[in-house]
């Protein structure tokens, strides 16, 4: 039987000890996850996009023997590469590489690291790329995480977290070469480090890594001060304005359930209720597309969760201080959006009201006490989900979160829902076209009745005439429309 | 008869010396049954997790008659629709209970349905699958309702212009064959979708049959044990009679070309295709064309370097070879980065086809690309679900994970006159489509310095 919890060798930094988490194994592949806690909550407060950048120049460029084509042409024939995951608290540098191969990728890998080229040239496509991911790839193409991306913009405004963790558009055009170097001298320190490894490595190995990693200065460098969000005193709602098909909506508000809070196993099990992604037996799911056919899917999550649009399933190493409670309504047809938020709504509303019965709350927690063994099935994951752990100061997180679950009764879910599922005071973030329009529809308390192309039940319908006259209760001084140019301009 | 094939090969920590391993590691059973249904069987090292993965041999591909494209991806919605003895709610509520992850896609070729989860449910789950398979059941309401949903995954696309561009390249590439549309299908087929119920049951009834199905069963399994289960729970299902009849394309006698014209701000895009074969693992053709891909338009490409890294007159350039049951697009795709370089930059791709036609490469440079060819492979197979996926890809080509040996034995026997002539056939004037998108304004950051 696999018990993550022996598996881990891990020592938490005293002053000469760097912290490691090493799962060894038989695999011939050997899997790195090196994790520095300084992210884009360290960015200087003029200076958005500084974490991201230099993380990106690191994975993306050179090192000081190294040209970035020499780079490419040594992990070529090895089929690997240097990934950087970048978000408010950490930064997180990924590749694996096969055993026959370890001793040259590491070099590479370390020379990246430890002894970054800085080449302006290499500077100057890297800043670019950062910018077109904002101005094309997050304006453009992926109206979902436009909406999220704005939604955690909004809650988190005037706190580290408030700013968008690729930057903005006018702090990238401006930031130097040496900003980048002076940030990855403070802040990419022994203090701030975690090194990961899994696989097929020798024990000599990795104390050669460890002892590779200690020329980084010592110390912690400046932490940002966490700072919570502020109260939502009233809903409120952003509408950003593009030519689009269809109108995506994400909601939100902040919650105190991070993974080693009491109410973080309740509420989980909350959210997956509600629904995870791409899974169909969610409540959102079921109600919203299912039985209506409103869209592709409705989801809810605790956790931060970016690039959904890609992925199955959630990836480690976005380890935050601050998590908010989210909704996030895939596109739908304009006619129909009204309705969807009202519904979305009016589901959040039931089970403010109702909660779980017995066997909802039975059926997911023996859901998520197996599905956190299909989270964990790799060891790319398994590794990532340890160095959440010891961030968290949690046990393994599959034996902490079935631990947890297992001591969960329907009374302390119920609890949860009452303390924090509410529809009041949110955060809106909508992506849409003529956004005055969505506006105008929003603030006005007129029904917004469905049509179906077939014909429904009756439980259905009468609920609809329900649904389409919920109140939405958004004051006109609470909803900006913001033409998608200014979005994180 | 049953047939009946077992076949045991090296162990999984390989590694590629000199004289290089199987690239697919694994011992494998592959049984068919009377019925025609193929079992693939594959026990892996990884503990407790099981992934299986249903492949229906029906894309986008099969999707014969005008009007009615989008049918192969419809059905992945469809299949959770449930039957009597699951209906859906039941049916979603017992994966739940398994902790599964399940879900389907569907590409030009196949669709594929996917579970993965703990071992000790295995019996559970692929008596539910044989269920579905054999018992689908939704009535025309449901099936409206369904169709939406289908639409919403349009939508959600749509905010792409990647899709559309590829829309377009297939509308304008193709004449007859059922390439011509995406996997999604024509927008207006996809509106038309709720009026076309009884045309749903007949395309359930043509290709859900065992003969166009294969089950791929991959983790903490023993053959044998999965043998006896699927027996008992598939061994009823009836085989079809049905053979559709695919459109050859016509040789195209003369290059195309298409704009896009994208409503919202971004990069321009140039992407260029070829018609290419249809995959094969018994000739040089296809991997020929997959080793080019690399040669010429990876990271570490020439023109790559050129465009990318050192004018940044492009922020991105790749090249894909086709992998399809038949004739698929050689397709290189650029996004650059200011409307007044594209002419440019179509010209170097132009230009590095040429060169490409016109001299072998180098022996050592194609010797890289086998060796990062068998590590990608090695690299991605780390655990029970994605051997599965992987393996799938190939079963929906070939029926077998021999075909994934086969292929890398080709890489293994290409000399660089191969690609030379391979681009020479291939990557011709006269099969070419051009497609090119714009948006209302450049906006985006860099350009040549």
Not at chain 1, 4 to 27: D, E, F, H, W
Not at chain 1, 79 to 102: C, I, P, R, W, Y
Not at chain 1, 229 to 235: D, G, T, W
Not at chain 1, 431 to 460: C, F, H, W
Request: glycine share 6%.
């Amino acid at each position: 039987m696999r018990s993550a919890a022996l598996l881990i060798l891990m020592s938490i930094c005293a002053s000469a000890q760097i912290r490691t988490v090493a799962l060894p194994g038989k695999s011939p592949l050997v899997t790195f996850r090196i994790v520095f806690t300084a992210g884009a909550a360290s960015d200087p407060a003029d200076k958005p996009g500084l974490a991201y950048l230099t993380a990106q120049m690191l994975s993306d460029g050179g090192t000081k023997d190294l040209t970035y084509k020499q780079v490419s042409d040594a992990l070529f024939p090895m089929a690997s590469g240097v990934g950087a995951q970048v978000d408010k608290e950490m930064v997180t540098f990924t590749g694996s590489t096969h055993v026959d191969n370890l001793q040259a990728y590491y070099k590479l890998l370390k020379g990246l690291l430890l002894e970054p080229g800085w080449r302006e040239d290499d500077f100057r496509r890297v800043k670019d790329d950062a910018i077109n991911a904002i101005k094309v790839g997050l304006r453009g193409n992926n109206d979902e995480e436009l909406g999220k991306e704005v939604l955690y913009e909004s809650i988190y405004q005037g706190t580290p977290y408030g700013r968008f963790t690729g930057g903005t558009v006018s702090s990238l055009e401006k930031l130097t070469l040496e900003d980048l170097k002076s940030f990855y001298r403070s802040q990419y320190t022994q203090d701030h480090l975690i090194l990961g490894i899994a696989g097929g490595y020798t024990p000599k190995f990795l104390e050669a890594m460890k002892a590779d990693f200690k020329v980084l200065p010592e110390g912690g460098g400046l932490r940002p001060r966490m700072q919570a969000p502020k109260m939502i005193e009233s809903s409120r709602m952003t509408i950003v304005d593009k030519d689009t098909r269809s109108v995506a909506f994400s909601i939100g508000y902040p919650i105190d359930a991070i993974r080693s809070r009491p109410d973080y196993a309740a509420l989980l099990l909350v959210s997956s209720f509600l629904g995870q992604h791409r899974m169909s037996s969610g409540v959102l799911y079921d109600r919203m597309r299912e039985k209506r056919g409103l869209n592709y899917g409705d989801y809810a999550y605790i956790e931060y969760f970016p690039r959904g649009m890609y992925l199955m399933e959630p990836q480690p190493n976005l380890a935050r201080h601050y998590q908010i409670f989210q909704v996030w309504i895939r596109p739908v047809e304009p006619p129909t959006a009204k309705f969807a938020l009202r519904l979305a709504l009016s589901e959040l509303d039931k089970l403010h009201e109702n909660g779980m019965t017995q066997e909802q709350f039975e059926r997911t927690r023996e859901f998520l006490s197996k599905y956190v063994n299909v989270l964990t099935r790799t060891k790319r994951a398994e590794l990532g989900y340890a160095i959440d752990s010891i961030y968290y100061g949690i046990n393994p997180y599959n034996d902490y979160l079935k631990a947890q679950l297992a001591k969960l009764t329907l009374a302390d879910v119920n609890q949860a829902i009452k303390r924090y599922i509410r529809t009041d005071r949110l955060v809106i973030a909508a992506v849409t076209r003529n956004g005055e329009e969505l506006r105008k529809q929003l603030l006005s308390d007129d029904p917004s009745p469905m049509t179906y192309n077939s014909p429904k039940p009756e439980a259905i319908t009468e609920e609809d005439k329900v649904v389409e006259k919920r109140p939405l209760k958004l004051k006109p001084e609470n909803i900006q429309v913001r033409p998608v140019g200014e979005v994180f301009q | 008869m049953v047939p009946k094939l077992c076949l045991f090969l090296a162990g999984a920590a390989l590694s590629f010396g000199a004289q290089p391993a199987k690239v697919f590691p694994y011992a494998y059973s592959q049984e068919d049954l009377p019925n025609g249904l193929r079992l693939i069987t594959v026990p892996t090292d990884y503990a407790n997790i099981v992934a299986v993965y249903i492949v229906v041999q029906t894309g986008s591909r099969n999707e014969v008659e005008p009007g009615l494209t989008g049918f192969a991806h419809l059905f992945e919605h469809l299949m959770f629709r449930g039957t009597a003895q699951f209906p859906s709610e039941k049916y979603n509520q017992s994966l739940n209970r398994i902790g599964a992850a399940s879900n389907a896609s569907t590409s030009d070729d196949y669709t594929v349905y996917h579970t993965t989860f703990s071992k000790e449910d295995l019996d559970s789950v692929l008596s539910m699958e044989a269920d579905r398979f054999q018992h689908l059941k939704y009535a025309e309401p449901e099936f409206k309702t369904e169709s939406l949903a289908v639409l919403g995954e349009y939508n959600k696309n749509s905010a792409s212009p990647f899709s559309k561009l590829n829309e377009v390249i297939h509308d304008t590439a193709y004449e007859r064959h059922t390439y011509k549309h995406t996997t999604m299908g024509f927008l207006k087929d996809i509106q038309d979708m709720p009026n076309q119920y009884e045309y749903s049951l007949k395309f359930f009834d043509r290709y859900y049959r065992p003969e166009y199905t294969t089950i791929v069963v991959v983790g903490d399994v023993k053959p044998k044990a999965v043998r006896a289960i699927v027996d008992k729970s598939w061994s009823e299902w009836k085989r079809g009679s049905y053979h559709p009849d695919i459109p050859v394309e016509p040789p195209q006698d003369a290059p195309r070309t298409a704009n896009v014209d994208w409503p919202s701000p971004t990069l321009p895009i140039v992407a260029i295709a070829y018609k290419g074969p249809a995959y094969s693992d018994t000739t040089k053709d296809t991997a020929a064309l997959d080793a080019l891909a690399y040669l010429a338009f990876s990271n570490t490409s020439d023109l790559y370097q050129k465009l990318v890294v050192q004018e940044q007159k492009a922020d991105s350039v790749s090249g894909n070879a086709p992998d399809n049951v038949d004739p698929g697009l050689f397709q290189i795709t650029a996004r650059v980065k200011k409307v007044a370089d594209m002419d440019t930059v179509r010209d170097e791709i132009l230009n590095t086809v040429q060169q490409f036609q016109q001299k072998p490469v180098d022996a050592a440079k194609l010797d890289t690309v086998r060796k990062r060819l068998r590590y990608q492979l090695a690299l991605s197979m780390d655990n029970s679900d994605t051997i599965a996926a992987i393996l799938s890809q190939y079963v929906a080509l070939r029926r077998t994970p021999a075909t994934i040996n086969a292929l890398y034995d080709q890489y293994g026997k290409l000399t660089p006159e191969d690609i030379q002539q391979a681009a020479a056939k291939y990557l011709v004037e006269k099969s070419r489509t051009i497609v090119t998108l714009t948006g209302p304004a450049a906006t985006g950051a860099g350009g040549a310095k």
